[in-house]
């Protein structure tokens, strides 16, 4: 039950990776492949209006964390409690441009919103990627069972670290350039015209870019927590994560090679989705792991709650996954295509 | 400012104060967009559509202000009140992520389709849209609001060996009777802001002269649902609420009252200041017996004051809890009178001609929105000192991790930030408003330059 429940957990956050991940990719290149005010609308129109729907993933993973391991959560946020509120105040400024954006024809106003979803989307793809990395590398948690993170120390990713040291910021780093490349393949799916154009060559640099330094970041990983390789080998269930990331990564090629935008893109969601997978499969069952004793790290089965909590639980969710995935893809289906410009009106 | 959970406890409030501005409108609004759009496709008059699509225009300004107000409520469980959630998770959890997998999914995938989509989607379709739009938000308030009763009245838990809640009864849980009432008294109250907002805008116009037809649309709907709503916010669930508060949180109710003294033929206080110090009501305006009758039904029943009560079972904020309950109370009153008088004139067809009412009417716009905080403020001081009623106090629920000065900052971030968008919403709203109602078929995309937008 236990596992099951952080199974769904990661399944929740790798959804919200990928579909948030987009939207955020497209404000990172935002102003690289759209260079007029009219082009940065498109660009807002092609990410549409299910935007909230995506980032109620993330809202809804964090209410999987309350019913299924209330205690993991109750030591997680306090113990990144700043960083926690700055990607709040992001994501607040993320769906104030979106919203609000397009409401005045007026350039000052256009150009002030574009620039503050550039902005704001650059800096949660790099919390999101720091994230990321603190939860790989660990966290202090003392005897105490808790732990309280400053945004930097000394920069080195053991003892008493901070949010930032050059291992998290690495995958801060790698989570840009993936999220950026991942953003722009949905724009070659999604655009036709200028922006689609620039899309298409940006994405082939963007995603090499990945590719590159995806072997670096496996590296530092290597010598950050060595035990989540020896992890990794004895689990079949990590080698399809890793093969499926494998596959995407030949899809997002072979893809942008014969010009095929659906299935780049498509290999792109699984590439993310796998790499997340691999992650998951080889910590489990620690999920807040201690940089100062692995005696001290919490895992799935001493954060799970007690009680017939957890089989209730799995009696409603599925229901409810299986509903909110229908509404999507309806409301999906009643915008899809490709977004376009009109013909610039005569002057 | 002691208090070790003082910078957390004021965070909180002014966060939740700030977000619930927003979701009441949009509950409250909701159901005049069903019944609209509903009207439209029966009746093929577009004044109804038209109405439908300004009132969209606003609900989607304030609907996005609620997400964006409303995700940091989610976090700050964590962040703020980590020993709260470690100790309770169990049980409240399974309403918090409830409310995630089942109402914000619905909402936040139609309230685009609702907002942009109606000639993408056709009227039945957008009807649709709108009604599962209404029916997500609606479904929202109800989780959060059993997850508020069990802090209020818990049911279905059990504690486990190590001392922490978990869920025992699910069924006992969500159909936690307080969860009923809560439901039943706030959407009430949910429905007099809309209400009161959709009568509002619809005065100025008349004032104004402007928008005539629609105009009439608004203060006739929106008067007729503030009578409706502003008597239920009353009777019946205004009073089961006040007796579940007499039976189950003696002491909040006397503190309510500012009653210190315990005995018969209890008085309702109208007006009074509390004094703490000298455990009196100074300059008491009362109607006896009244309370007694409010709480158990008779004019002769004993209404047990503060002075039976350890103090350390009091209230923390006696005094605030007690203009709190004051202000809900009269402003719920004088709504009643209001819209009475509305309607009255409405029946006989003179309500659009009666500018002393219409300026009434108008100027009423922030009123709900005051009851609706005050309402509020009433059931959480009423509640203290106990975060989950008499089974774990607020004192113990703070993140002891975080530092003062990490929570002070935050506090400052969002009184900023709030600030700011505060305007932002001013200004946006304003715009709508004074642009009005369009009169041809609006384009449904943000982005007119867009094609397939």
């Given amino acids: 039950m236990v596992e099951l429940w952080f199974a769904i957990f990661c399944l929740m956050l790798a959804a919200y990776a990928v579909m948030d991940g987009w939207n955020i990719g497209c404000g990172i290149v935002q102003f690289l492949v759209a260079r007029t005010p009219a082009e940065r609308r498109q660009l807002i129109a092609a990410i549409g209006p299910l935007w909230t729907w995506h980032e109620v993933w993330l809202v809804a993973a964090g209410g999987v964390l309350f019913v299924a391991f209330p205690t993991v959560l109750a030591v997680a946020l306090p113990g990144f409690y700043l960083a926690v509120f700055v990607l709040i105040w992001c994501l607040l400024g993320r769906g104030l441009s979106l919203e609000f954006g397009g409401h005045l024809d007026d350039s000052m106003w256009r150009t002030f919103w574009d620039v503050a979803f550039a902005v704001v989307n650059l800096l949660v793809a790099v919390l999101l990627g720091a994230a990321l990395g603190n939860l790989l590398r660990g966290l202090p948690l003392g005897p105490s069972g808790k732990f309280s993170l400053a945004f930097f120390t000394d920069f080195r990713a053991e003892g008493n670290v901070g949010i930032l040291d050059w291992y998290t910021i690495a995958v801060a780093v790698f989570t840009v350039v993936c999220l950026a490349a991942h953003g722009a393949s949905y724009l070659v799916w999604r655009t036709e015209g200028a922006v689609h154009d620039r899309s298409v060559g940006l994405a082939r640099k963007l995603w090499i870019a990945v590719f590159v330094l995806m072997p670096v970041i496996t590296l530092a990983t290597a010598v950050v927590r060595p035990e989540l390789f020896t992890e990794m080998i004895q689990r079949p269930l990590a080698w399809i994560a890793v093969v499926m990331a494998v596959a995407g990564s030949a899809l997002v090629i072979n893809g942008q090679r014969h010009g095929l935008e659906f299935r780049s893109f498509v290999g792109g969601c699984a590439f993310i989705a796998g790499l997340l997978g691999a992650a998951a499969v080889s910590v489990f069952p620690v999920m807040l792991h201690s940089t100062l004793d692995p005696a001290h790290s919490l895992t799935a089965y001493q954060g799970a709650v007690d009680g017939p909590g957890l089989g209730l639980a799995l009696i409603w969710w599925p229901v409810a996954l299986i509903l909110s995935l229908g509404y999507g893809a309806y409301v999906f289906r009643q915008f899809r295509g490709k977004v376009g410009l009109k013909a610039p009106r005569p002057h | ?453």
């Fill in chain 2, 1 to 453: 400012m002691d208090d070790p959970a003082f910078w957390h406890r004021l965070q909180f409030a002014f966060t939740i104060t700030y977000h619930y501005l927003f979701p009441q409108l949009t509950m409250g609004l909701a159901p005049f967009l069903v019944l609209w759009r509903w009207r439209a496709l029966k009746t093929g008059n577009e004044a109804y559509a038209q109405a439908a699509r300004f009132w969209s225009r606003i609900f989607g300004i304030n609907f996005a202000l609620g997400v964006v107000t409303g995700i940091p409520m989610e976090f700050q469980f964590g962040t703020n009140w980590s020993e709260f959630s470690k100790y309770s998770g169990g049980v409240i959890g399974q309403t918090l992520a409830m409310e995630g997998m089942f109402a914000f999914f619905l909402e936040s995938a139609f309230v685009g389709a609702m907002v942009w989509g109606e000639r993408r989607l056709g009227p039945t379709k957008h009807f649709i849209a709108t009604c599962l739009t209404a029916l997500g938000a609606w479904l929202s308030a109800y989780f959060i609001l059993v997850t508020n009763a069990f802090m209020q009245h818990p049911v279905g838990y059990e504690v486990t060996p190590q001392g922490t809640l978990v869920i025992g009864d699910l069924a006992a849980y969500l159909l936690n009777p307080w969860a009923f009432v809560l439901f039943a008294h706030n959407q009430a109250a949910a429905l007099v802001t809309g209400a009161f907002v959709v009568a509002s805008v619809g005065a100025f116009y008349a004032l104004r002269g402007e928008h005539k037809a629609q105009a009439r649309v608004y203060v006739e709907w929106g008067t007729a649902m503030g009578l409706l709503s502003a008597v239920l916010v009353a009777f019946p669930t205004g009073d089961i609420q006040a007796k579940y508060v007499a039976r189950y949180q003696e002491v909040a109710l006397a503190a309510m009252e500012g009653r210190f003294e315990s005995g018969p033929q209890a008085q309702l206080n109208l007006i009074g200041q509390p004094n703490v110090k000298m455990r009196r009501l100074d300059n008491p305006i009362a109607l006896p017996g009244v309370l007694s009758f409010l709480a158990f039904g008779t004019f002769h029943s004993n209404v047990r004051g503060l002075n039976d009560f350890p103090e350390d079972q009091w209230p923390t904020n006696i005094e605030l809890l007690y203009y709190s309950f004051h202000v809900m109370a009269g402003l719920g009153t004088i709504f009643i009178g209001l819209m009475g008088l509305a309607n009255l004139q409405r029946l006989r067809g003179k309500l659009m001609e009666t500018k002393l009412l219409l300026w009434a009417l108008m100027l009423a716009l922030p009123f709900p929105y005051i009851a609706n905080t005050a309402g509020w403020m009433t059931a959480e001081l009423g509640r203290q000192p106990w975060l989950i009623w008499g089974l774990f106090r607020t004192s113990q629920g703070y993140s002891d991790v975080v530092s003062q000065g990490d929570a002070l900052f935050t506090l400052i971030g969002f009184a900023g930030l709030y600030a700011a968008i505060g305007l932002l919403y001013l200004f946006l709203i304003g715009r709508e408003v004074l642009h009005g109602p369009a009169t041809d078929h609006e384009p449904d995309s943000l982005y007119p330059e867009v094609v397939n937008g």
